[in-house]
């Protein structure tokens, strides 16, 4: 077996057992049940903000600490956190357990950085990145859809979500991921915390350098420096090349974000990816305190939660879009302005539905139309920005993608779920999240548009 197919295989295992989280679209009702007895303005206010505000904290210092472990390690206690999340919110739990759970739930989520960081550090050849980003996402949206699954039809057996069992089939998910990591290949060094040659910017195989030339740039597709200048690898001092130098973390870091965002190409795609980002996670965590909301606003008691169901084919067809969308040979240099146009007005489209709807049908039909669009965006975004870095960047720009969505979810949490800056009802708040994809979409529009006018030829170092 190849090895891109090898590591995509280990990577989409790991991925898929990572989802089986049983309790997950039930986590609110949950919450509000004679169980815990929460109100449904308590579990954002006071639960799931601990969360955000763990992730916060964490994910920068996870991001180094993952590189100077190499991955795996990261990937393995990322499954230990799940457990101590889940055991966290077993058997009657009082509300500061279950904010102690939520601190883990927040390590949980910023490990997930390492699980991409992962795959592009072990999978060399980039013509195989949109492949591979689209079967990890697949793995990852299948995964999320066989959990749901299962929580909707236990809840069906039941007449009502059993939500401990839910919780404890939640453990094993997590316990299966933590042992699953233990067999990944290892990486085999760490980019910023050991000693390595130092190989000038202008030899480097792998760049994110970008010249820009109308002149010789005239056809649509992207031209590789080894087919337009060989000569150029050839005329470097040898005084530039294989030089034994031991660089401070800082420098290096530094150095190797500023060569990674000096693409305009890789920064456009880095804004859609962190504000998009950040208005999913909102989105996510909150569109079950929505259905919990809408039926108390409704005053319908009789209404069976299909929250198990509506979460499965969100991310089946998130799933079937994201692997579909990874065979699309499109050069997306060319056509993603409009295509992140269309899918941004689609995704604020049906959240600004969200608001004034008080059917839950109808809500669940938007949740799934919103997930199926954000995910096979994000592939693109994932893919895209990953052929354009060098090989060292992709933790960085990755967790510094993470980091920024995650400072919109806690603004939004501190400024708006918390009351801080204005107050509004749970149903207001996916206002909020609409604005921010409309946002998007007027960049996009304005971008394709400039397109247009300009001749901004470019020549890509891959």
Not at 69 to 92: C, Q, S, W
Not at 137 to 164: E, H, Y
Not at 176 to 204: C, E, G, N
Not at 357 to 374: D, P, Q, R, S, T
């Amino acid at each position: 077996m190849e090895n891109w197919k090898k590591i995509s295989f280990f990577v989409g295992v790991f991925a898929f057992i990572r989802e089986f989280r049983p309790i997950e679209p039930f986590y609110a009702a949950y919450m509000t049940s004679p169980l815990i007895n929460c109100t449904v303005e308590q579990v954002p206010k006071e639960l799931y903000a601990v969360g955000s505000y763990s992730m916060f904290v964490l994910i920068i210092i996870i991001f180094l600490v993952t590189d100077y472990v190499r991955y795996k390690p990261v990937l393995i206690v990322d499954g230990i956190g799940g457990i101590l999340h889940y055991v966290a919110i077993t058997n009657r739990p009082s509300k500061l357990r279950i904010q102690f759970g939520q601190a883990f739930y927040g390590f949980f989520f910023s490990a997930e950085v390492a699980l991409f960081g992962y795959l592009y550090a072990m999978v060399e050849d980039k013509q195989y990145y949109q492949k591979i980003t689209g079967h990890a996402r697949a793995a990852t949206l299948s995964g999320k859809f066989f959990s749901s699954c299962v929580s909707q039809l236990l809840a069906m057996a039941f007449g009502s979500p059993p939500f401990n069992l839910l919780v404890y089939l939640s453990i094993f998910g997590m316990s299966s991921t933590a042992v699953w990591a233990i067999f990944l290949p290892k990486v085999k060094q760490s980019l910023y915390f050991h000693k390595r040659k130092k190989v000038d910017d202008s030899i480097m195989t792998q760049s994110t350098d970008t010249i820009y030339n109308p002149e010789k740039y005239k056809y649509p597709h992207q031209l590789s420096v080894d087919s337009l200048n060989t000569n150029q690898k050839t005329n470097v001092s040898p005084l530039n090349t294989n030089t034994e130098e031991e660089y401070s973390v800082l420098q290096t870091l530094y150095k190797d974000f500023k060569q990674s965002y000096s693409d305009p190409y890789v920064r456009k795609l880095c804004f859609w990816w962190a504000i998009a980002m950040g208005g999913y996670l909102q989105v996510y965590a909150y569109i079950n305190v929505l259905y919990t909301y809408v039926l108390e606003e409704t005053d319908d008691a009789e209404f069976t939660l299909y929250n198990g169901a509506a979460e499965s084919l969100n991310t089946l067809l998130g799933a079937i879009a994201a692997f579909t969308i990874s065979k699309v040979n499109w050069n997306w240099y060319s056509v993603g302005d409009v295509f992140f146009t269309v899918g941004s007005v689609v995704a604020s489209g049906v959240l600004l539905c969200c608001v004034y709807c008080k059917n839950l049908w109808f809500i669940y039909a938007f949740y799934i139309i919103y997930g199926m669009m954000y995910q096979t965006m994000l592939t693109i975004a994932e893919s895209e920005v990953a052929k354009r870095l060098s090989e060292k960047c992709y933790g960085l720009i990755f967790g510094f993608n993470t980091f920024l969505a995650v400072c919109i979810n806690t603004i939004i949490i501190y400024g708006v779920i918390q009351g801080h800056f204005i107050t509004i009802t749970i149903a207001q708040q996916f206002l909020i999240y609409a604005m921010l994809y409309g946002f998007l979409s007027m960049f996009f529009c304005s971008t394709a548009i400039l397109r247009l006018f300009t001749d901004e030829g470019i020549v890509e170092y891959t």
